[in-house]
C-alpha cells in the first residue's frame, strides 16, 4: 500500500508505523499536480525526506497553496459568500487546498455537497477560481528521476487536455524520465482502465492503481477499490518494488 497525499509528506511517517503494525508494506510516495489548468498529476514513489530538491519543492508549493487559499477565499468573499481561513478548519501540517475550502461551503450551506462547490465556485474556470503555479511534467519526472524516486503518471483518464495524453505526448514524458502510468484508477471506467493498461504495457512501462481515496463518502474509490479489476496487480506491484530494490544494490 502506498500514500501519495498532495504536495506533502506530512503523513508518511504516522502511516509507515501503521501499516507496519498492521503487516502491511508501505511504499512511501507523494502526488504532485503539474501543467497549470490542465491538472495533469504525478506520483512520486519511494520518497523521503531526505531528498532535498523534492523537500524545497514541496515547501514552495505550499506557501503557494496558503496564498491560493487566501485569494479564493477573497473571491468568495465578493461573491456574497462569507468564510474565513477560520473556517478551514485545517489540521496542524495540512496543505490548504480547494477540497478543504469546498468542505467549508458545505458546512456553511452555501452548497449541499463538495462537488457542488467545485462546479459552481471552485473549478477551472469558475467565478472563484485561481490558477496555480505551472510547473511542467517533464521537468517534475526529471527531478524524480534525479533524486530516485519513480514517477508514475496518475490517473490519465482524467486529464482534460487530451493532447496531453496521445501517444505521441507519452513518448515525450517517457523520454523525461516517466517510469509507469496509474491505469487502474476509482475515476476510470472498464473501457479506460483496459486502455491504459495495454497501452501501458506496450510502451514497456509499469502499471499501477489505486483508489484515490480521500475520505469516506466523497467521489473518490474506498481502499482496494481497484483490486477486484486489476487482475496482474501483484506482479505489477512487484515490478514497482523491483526497480527500488535494484537501485539500491
Known amino acids: 500500500m502506498a500514500l501519495t497525499d498532495h504536495e506533502t509528506m506530512g503523513g508518511l511517517m504516522e502511516a509507515e508505523t501503521t501499516a507496519k503494525q498492521a503487516g502491511i508494506n508501505f511504499i512511501p510516495g507523494v502526488e504532485i499536480n503539474t501543467a497549470g489548468r490542465d491538472h495533469v498529476h504525478v506520483l512520486l514513489y519511494f520518497v523521503d525526506n531526505s531528498m532535498t530538491e523534492l523537500t524545497t519543492l514541496l515547501d514552495n508549493m505550499r506557501r503557494e497553496r496558503d496564498a491560493r487559499c ?9 461573491l456574497g459568500i462569507h468564510i474565513t481561513l477560520d473556517d478551514l478548519d485545517l489540521p ?3 496543505v490548504c487546498g480547494r477540497p478543504h475550502i469546498a468542505n467549508a461551503l ?27 503555479t505551472r510547473y511542467e511534467t517533464a521537468d517534475i519526472i526529471r527531478l524524480a528521476r534525479s533524486i530516485g524516486a519513480v514517477p508514475i503518471l496518475a490517473h490519465p483518464g482524467l486529464i482534460r487536455n487530451k493532447e496531453l495524453v496521445t501517444e505521441a505526448a507519452i513518448q515525450n514524458l517517457i523520454e523525461a524520465g516517466l517510469m509507469g502510468i496509474e491505469a487502474y484508477h476509482a475515476m476510470h471506467d472498464d473501457e479506460t482502465c483496459a486502455y491504459w493498461d495495454q497501452l501501458t504495457r506496450r510502451l514497456g512501462l509499469i502499471v499501477t492503481g489505486g483508489s484515490d481515496y480521500h475520505k469516506d463518502g466523497d467521489n473518490h474509490g474506498a481502499i482496494g477499490s481497484e483490486i477486484p479489476r486489476w487482475q496482474r496487480m501483484d506482479a505489477d506491484v512487484m515490478d514497482l518494488v523491483a526497480i527500488r530494490k535494484g537501485r539500491e544494490n
Not at 71 to 77: G, T
Open 70 to 78: 487566501g485569494k479564493i477565499i477573497d473571491k468568495l468573499n465578493e
Open 92 to 94: 496542524e501540517g495540512t
Open 106 to 132: 458545505m458546512k456553511r450551506g452555501y452548497v449541499s455537497t463538495t462537488q457542488e462547490a467545485f462546479d459552481r465556485f471552485l473549478d477551472v474556470d469558475q467565478p472563484a477560481y485561481v490558477p496555480r
